[in-house]
């Protein structure tokens, strides 16, 4: 039997705090932002009051490191679950203030009530979230925190809170208090894996024991164990990931930045943030996640993210020692991986790749794990200047069109990540890209697997919104109308069908019929209300109509027939539909599904 590789052990709540105090077990301020409700810091506090269990902390020893002068060193323990409970204690208990989810600072302050406590009864409001009323009432304790400092003194408090309330007796508060103060004297279950434990499986025990609280991910670790690492500038590290982060959300946030955080602002990193404050890109908002591995991929030429943890940790993977160099050697890498995901010039000539190949909102971008292979291709390109900067934006678009067609990065994408970015080093991104092009787009691709691709119902199947891209990158129109469909995108216009849904559920279509994609295209609604329910064999004749006499106001945009059949085929609608009803609809849709993937192709081979 293989020797246990974790301890079982108590520490009270007073030991726990003094450990974190000491910084034996890291748990920085901005590690996680505080994401429990002030009414679970009561309850937690009302739990360990009435005595009811309050579940197990878990944390991880850091492998022993060899240092330059061959000696052994051992890291802090790093916090991998229970962190919402400790930080609810600090700031409960401790009076420490706390980051909040907003990135505000200040404290959750719990109030105490002795008379509650004293009736005994199951049901008594013992504890509560401090309000103003609570800090006028005589009767109510306002901050649980004053009792617990070491300068609380029983002999002066106990005596004005009976003044204040004659009908507490003294003997009885004193006990009260006494029980309130043996809440730090709780033991809190600490399971201690052990520093011998393969990497891997620490990544997937934070994972699988995280996953019944608030997810996290395999990033989420990652940032917990660079937060950690104060002597190779983690901490500095991660506020910068999770900054960026925020910041691409929202703006407004740098401000509060140098408010809330006076001694990140004095870091290099606050002005390469700066043009974050006018940034208007709503396509791709990376998450911690994404700046982690974007950084890791086209810096240390590896995709996964318990390797990172395994390289930040000193790891040799050829002798499975730990040594300080790789440590230096991976903060060096990695720093300035993210100074590079983080870097304007970076990120918006990538985003001008993604947005001239059609894709100009969110709603088109299904697959972030694709976007953020190709943001590593744009950096890897940058870097290793293998083409011209003018092919850089070409070989960007098409990786990331192939990526999200395919499927490449869909099933375990970060398998997908290592075995791309190993080719990518052996022989470069173009020759790459051209050997996975020809194993996956053949003809029975083109011809046969995008167009069952098209039978699918969701308007966020990803050959669709390729196909969407694609009329976008070739400046098409909405149907009947000279609005492009851009702007239809943009503005948040309505795509609806070409067969109307209720003149198709009226002749007997069922929902997985009529809502397939190859039956859908932007309309203006003005004109789909105009449409209503009628066959296209009637509505697109009395249109057709309209535009030859430009009588009506609703098709003045299209000035000849020949406007009208360019429009049609803008949509990839064959003209044949003019004469066709629901009798064949099924032929309508085999021929439209072909016209779409025929326009994704040329699309393709034109980026």
Same mark, same amino acid.
């Given at each position: 039997m293989d020797k246990q590789k974790y301890n079982n052990y108590p520490l009270t709540i007073s030991q726990i705090l003094g450990l974190i105090e000491a910084n034996d077990i890291a748990i920085p301020e901005i590690q996680r932002p505080f994401v429990w409700r002030k009414a679970q810091v009561r309850d937690l506090m009302d739990s360990l009051y009435k005595g009811y269990p309050t579940g197990y902390i878990i944390i991880w020893k850091n492998p022993a490191v060899k240092l330059k002068n061959g000696q052994m060193s051992e890291g802090k323990k790093v916090l991998i679950d229970g962190q919402q409970r400790i930080t609810a204690l600090m700031t409960a208990i401790a009076g420490k203030s706390i980051v909040f989810s907003d990135y505000s600072e200040g404290r959750v302050k719990i109030a105490f009530d002795p008379f509650a406590a004293l009736s005994g009864s199951p049901d008594a409001e013992i504890f509560a979230v401090q309000t103003p009323a609570h800090i006028k009432s005589k009767r109510w304790i306002p901050d649980i925190a004053e009792i617990f400092n070491d300068k609380f003194n029983a002999f002066s408090f106990i005596p004005k809170y009976v003044a204040d309330n004659p009908d507490m007796n003294q003997y009885e508060l004193n006990k009260i208090i006494e029980g309130l103060r043996n809440l730090q004297h709780c033991n809190i279950g600490v399971i201690e894996l052990d520093a011998s434990l393969d990497i891997d499986i620490v990544t997937d025990i934070f994972i699988r024991i995280n996953s019944k609280g608030?997810?996290?991910?395999?990033?989420?670790?990652?940032?917990?164990?660079? $937060?950690?690492?104060?002597?190779?500038?983690? #901490?500095? =590290? @991660?506020?910068?990931? &999770?900054?960026?982060?925020?910041?691409?959300?929202?703006?407004?946030?740098?401000?509060?930045?140098?408010?809330?955080?006076? $001694?990140?602002?004095?870091?290099?990193?606050? #002005?390469? =943030? @700066?043009?974050?404050? &006018?940034?208007?890109?709503?396509?791709y908002d990376p998450e911690c996640d994404d700046v982690l591995r974007v950084a890791f991929m086209h810096k240390c030429k590896r995709a996964k993210l318990s390797d990172l943890v395994a390289l930040l940790s000193g790891r040799d993977f050829e002798t499975k020692e730990y040594k300080e160099e790789i440590v230096e050697q991976t903060y060096e890498e990695i720093k300035s991986g993210v100074k590079n995901v983080i870097s304007e010039y970076n990120f918006t000539q990538f985003m001008l790749a993604i947005r001239s190949a059609g894709f100009i909102s969110k709603k088109l971008v299904n697959s972030v794990m694709a976007i953020d292979f190709a943001y590593a291709v744009y950096l890897i390109l940058q870097e290793t200047k293998e083409v011209s900067v003018d092919e850089i934006k070409s070989l960007v678009q098409r990786w990331y069109v192939l990526s999200v067609l395919t499927g490449r990065y869909s099933s375990s994408p970060e398998s997908a990540f290592a075995k791309d970015i190993r080719q990518i080093g052996e022989n470069g991104v173009k020759t790459t890209l051209k050997s996975i092009e020809d194993a996956s787009l053949s003809d029975n691709f083109w011809n046969i697997q995008l167009n069952q691709n098209l039978t699918f119902v969701s308007t966020i199947n990803p050959t669709y919104q390729v196909f969407l891209a694609a009329q976008i990158f070739f400046k098409k129109h909405s149907l009947l109308s000279h609005i492009p469909i851009s702007e239809m995108v943009n503005l948040g216009g309505d795509i609806h069908h070409i067969f109307p849904k209720k003149y198709l559920v009226d002749n007997g279509y069922e929902k997985n019929q009529y809502n397939q994609v190859a039956n859908y295209a932007y309309l203006d609604t003005p004109i789909n209300i105009k449409i209503g329910k009628k066959a296209p064999n009637e509505y697109l004749p009395e249109a057709l109509a309209e535009v030859m006499k430009q009588s009506e106001v609703s098709f003045k945009s299209i000035k000849s027939e020949e406007e009208f059949k360019k429009n049609l085929n803008d949509n990839c609608i064959p003209i044949e539909i003019l004469q066709m009803d629901y009798k064949r609809y099924e032929e309508f849709l085999d021929m439209r599904r072909q016209r779409m993937t025929s326009l994704i192709r040329e699309y393709y081979y034109s980026l």
């Open positions: 608030t997810a996290l991910s395999q990033g989420d670790f990652v940032m917990s164990k660079i $937060a950690a690492d104060e002597i190779h500038g983690g #901490n500095a =590290l @991660r506020k910068v990931i &999770d900054y960026f982060s925020h910041l691409c959300k929202d703006g407004t946030f740098f401000n509060k930045i140098h408010e809330k955080d006076a $001694a990140f602002a004095t870091t290099e990193y606050i #002005n390469m =943030l @700066r043009w974050l404050k &006018d940034d208007k890109e709503t396509v």
